[in-house]
């Protein structure tokens, strides 16, 4: 049931990340507060590891099925970027000011993964010079703040499904 619980929570995220962020500027940007990243990232550090995968293995699938034309560049990136962030937490000290810096970074991380994975395989019509000077610190802004918006909600729900397990 627990299982159930976070993967409608992830599922959520996922619808939402394509219909109420998809432009958080409201012009037609490209700049997309990643949900469905921040919710596994969530579900990597304070959940379990495997679980983590497994639905980034899942949602990435779905990702690369409902957004892109590519299969596999949403499915290696939404769950290899969790297990990045669990295994860089796991060695610092953590607090809400640690979690912040290294999920934004990790969020950095994806959209550069995704770039070029996506301009080596098919090509881009957006510069590496635009993406570093436009599009990264526009999104930098935009995933702190979905950081920030989903830290106290899915930090609740993973931990209460943890303490659901345990009895």
Known sequence: MNNVKLFFAVFLLFILEGTLFAGPLGDGSPYVIH???????????YGK???ALGF?????????FVYSDIIG?????????????????KYVKENVLTILVTFTFSA???ELDIYFFTASVVG?????????????????????????ILYYPMTRLVQSTLDEKRG
């Open 108 to 110: 950095i991380l994806y």
């Open 56 to 64: 980034g293995l899942v949602f990435g699938l779905l990702y690369d």
């Open 124 to 148: 881009v019509g957006v510069s590496f010079q635009e993406l570093a000077t436009q599009i990264i610190p526009r999104s930098l802004v935009a995933q702190l703040i979905g950081i920030i």
């Open 35 to 45: 949900t469905t990243l921040i919710g596994l990232m969530f579900l990597g550090r």
């Open 73 to 89: 560049i949403y499915l290696f990136a939404l769950s290899a970027i969790p297990l990045f962030s669990s295994f860089v937490l």
């Open 49 to 51: 590891l495997e679980q």
